[in-house]
């Protein structure tokens, strides 16, 4: 445990910091289009299953 903490920079180098997060951003753009499939769109999919299933069970049951 002590090795690993005195491997830790103690400065912080802003260059390779900015590049680091400039490489995420650009990867970022498929997996937030995923999560925002996985969170909005199914759940809004399941939901007028649901309202259209009821709707049609009423109605066939009149």
């Known amino acids: 445990m002590r090795k ?7 400065e ?5 910091e900015e590049q680091i997060r ?3 951003e650009k990867s970022d753009m498929p997996a937030m289009l ?4 996985l ?4 759940p809004v999919v399941v939901i007028l299953l649901l309202l259209s299933g009821l709707i049609y ?3 066939t049951m009149l």
């Open 39 to 42: 969170t909005i769109f199914l």
């Open 57 to 59: 069970w009423l109605f």
């Open 4 to 10: 690993a903490w005195r491997k830790i920079p103690k």
């Open 12 to 16: 912080v180098d802003t260059e390779k």
């Open 34 to 37: 995923l999560a925002s499939f």
């Open 22 to 24: 400039q490489e995420m």
